[in-house]
């Protein structure tokens, strides 16, 4: 093993104290409640970063840092910290035994309000860990996450947690794995017991059984022994499958079960990570991280089989202006200095934190970068290390390294930081759309001037937060991805930036479309005695294919209107489907085409053409049948059997849809599909109907057209009378 990691020297400065073989950049994703935070605090004390693990229901987690995760229980914000393990010879067969390693490790939030953490955490990381509680199994927000890791191309392992949980089942996650993530899932590790029985797993790669101690409360005293006689046939039917399930996509062992000779321990566990580097394989793991029992294979699993920086592709980035021309970045501390600005953060005590992701070269303090979005540079003045709320001043970062900078300005996330000689802009991540707002109005006049810094620093550092000030009415509206999403932004208004702040109720947005095609004309035209003014547009619009966007084209021929008019018209068409037409709401999937017009020799001018561009939309659009779209959400809900009765009436009252019922260990789980506008107060019903026994868990899914008997109440809500259409 020594001389492939020797092979890959040349790649790594001798200045760096882990070379990135030896460095690991994971994730730990999942639903929420799944044990992530729990997980990475008995990960962090078992390689020695922490001397006493806190637990999430105490608040003294090193990852949950904030006040607002420590009250609640969960995690908001995405928590970046460093660690380092060396594997034993504790009698487990290991690739990398003796080796130190570095694991930088984000534990990301499972609520999907705060989706945008997990987001940009996955487009710079190597590696997940995806948890799964062994009695839910699959459930909603995992499917996110997964998906979210897929975008992104990023290997993953699982873990199947809280197996020491009454109805905690392996093998049910397992082929919920399999069938509802389309994941080539296979176990290297199973359960000793289950239950109040979890003794320890066996790793069916090794075949050896790690036992730990009953008496132990902190699970560091555990046994290596032969597989008990027992379990002998389990372990040897679920390594004939990882086998069987490895040789279909890996020919060296599909060569040696051919000629039938036999598979040593190095060369499966080689197998298996391929395999789960390529995105080929997902091995399963599993254990309690609560009752401190299979954490330690875990944190072995991660060095053996996910990636190193060296081990994935290159990062793939476009040359300003022309985008057929892609870049490789290779991971080479000797290279080009490129690196991806994946967060911000505002730190109380030094200020802006930027939060970034080095693929190539090294940065040092006093180094100078350039954005080529800004196309401006600055010169480093701090750089650091992340432990969760702690920093650490350093020198310099390598390739493979994520740090943070401190003081430089104008900077964004998604923003590429590189060498002025090496312009190149990496493929930002993307955030999904807000889909709830509120009004809020500072109480005082000294709370609006620290209301409106107090926003824009939080906007700064949430991409799916947004403020912006309603022209019809002067009220201020935040938006976001839900209720607890905006209840966080006005608790940490109130706690970090001292602004007391009143709220109205939440409002949806909602969307617009159009049904037909349709033709507008439009002109504006005034004579003032002087010269006066002269625009003249015509346009044609139809629906877009759902989820296209906004399509405007130029179609003008033979000059009917000058080319220097044409983008004031086109603005104008921007600007009022940005007010749609019904009710104030932005319009989507939309396609316009600016056909004809005229113009004065004289009076004509931009801001002429601009308001044609906005009577020809709008004239068009009260032809073409527009519809009103709102958010709808999948909406799962876990209850014990006894009252799937009254949660489905009540879902059906609030227009659900119905998808599916399924029975799972003594509980139904009812899907379906509401309407976010029905969705307000849920969590109170839901407790009230079931004596506190249901759970649910919802995520943005689509937009729907708002039936008629409901488009007359927004339409009130909003003071706009309904169109004639």
Known sequence: MEAAVDSKKSVNSPGRSYSMERTRNIGIAAHIDAGKTTTTERILFYTGLIHKMGDVDDGNTVTDWMEQERERGITITSAATTCYWTQKDDGVEKLFTGIAHRINIIDTPGHVDFTAEVERSMR???????????????????????????????????????????GANFENAVAEMRKKLGAY??????????????????????????????????????????VPEEHKERVAAARAE?????????????????????????????????????????????????KKKGVQPLVDA?????????????????????????????????????????????????????????????????????????????????VMMIQ???????????????????????????????????????????????????????????????????LQRLAEEDPT???????????????????????????RLFREFKVEANSGAPQIAYRETITKAAEGEGKFIRQSGGRGQYGHALVTIQPNERGKGIEVENKIVG?????????????????????GVMAGYQMVDVKVQVVDGSFHEVDSNELAFKMAGI?????????????????????????????????????????GRIISIENKNNSTILFSEVPLAEMFGYATAIRSLSKGRAAYSMEPFSFEQVPASIVATIMDTVKVKPSRT
């Not at 220097?564 to 603005?571: F, G």
Request: charged letters at 25%.
């Open 124 to 166: 710079v990381l190597d590696g997940a860990v995806a948890v799964f509680c062994g009695v839910a199994g699959v459930q909603p927000q995992s499917e996110t996450v997964w998906r979210q890791a897929t975008k992104y191309n990023v290997p993953r392992i699982a873990f199947v947690n809280k197996m020491d949980r009454i």
């Open 615 to 655: 009577f020809a939309f709008k004239d068009a659009c009260k032809k073409a049948f527009p519809i009103l779209l709102e958010p709808i959400m999948k909406v799962e809900v876990t209850t014990p059997d006894e009252y799937q009765g009254d949660l489905l009436g009540d879902l059906n009252r609030r227009r």
């Open 465 to 491: 937060f947004r403020c912006f000030t309603n022209e019809e009415t002067g009220q201020l509206i935040i938006a976001g991805m839900g209720e607890l999403h905006l209840e966080i932004i006005r608790d």
């Open 302 to 382: 991660v060095i053996d089989y996910l990636p190193s920086p060296l081990d994935i592709p290159p990062a793939v980035g476009l040359e300003p202006g022309n985008e057929t021309n892609k870049i490789e970045v290779p991971s080479d501390d000797n290279g080009k200095f490129c690196s991806l600005a994946f967060k911000l953060w505002t730190d109380p005590f030094v200020g802006k934190l930027i939060f970034f992701r080095v693929y190539s070269g090294q940065l040092k303090k006093g180094d100078t970068i350039y954005n080529p979005r800004t196309r401006k540079r600055e010169r480093v003045s701090r």
């Open 388 to 454: 969760a709320d702690k920093r650490i001043d350093v020198e310099t970062t390598f390739a493979g390294d994520i740090a943070a900078l401190v003081g430089l300005r104008n900077i964004t996330t998604g923003d590429t930081l590189c060498d002025e000689n090496f312009d190149i802009i990496l493929e930002p991540p993307t955030f999904p759309e807000p889909v709830i707002s509120m009004a809020v109005e500072p109480k005082t006049k000294q709370d609006r001037e620290k209301m409106g810094e107090g």
């Open 559 to 579: 000059g009917a209107i000058p080319k220097e008019y044409i983008p004031a018209v086109i603005d104008g068409v921007e600007e009022a489907i940005k007010g």
């Open 242 to 290: 990882l086998i069987d399930a490895i040789s279909n996509k890996d020919d060296l062992i599909a060569e040696l079960v051919i000629e039938n000779k036999p598979i040593s321990v190095a060369v499966l566990k080689n197998a298996i990570r391929r395999l789960t580097c390529k995105i080929e394989l997902v091995p399963v793991l599993c254990g309690s991280a609560f």
């Open 185 to 226: 899932a296979y176990p290297v590790v199973i359960p000793i017991g289950k239950e109040d029985f979890l003794k320890g797993v066996i790793d069916i790669v090794s075949e050896k059984a790690i036992i730990y101690d009953d008496g132990d409360t902190i699970g560091l005293n555990y046994h290596v022994t032969d």
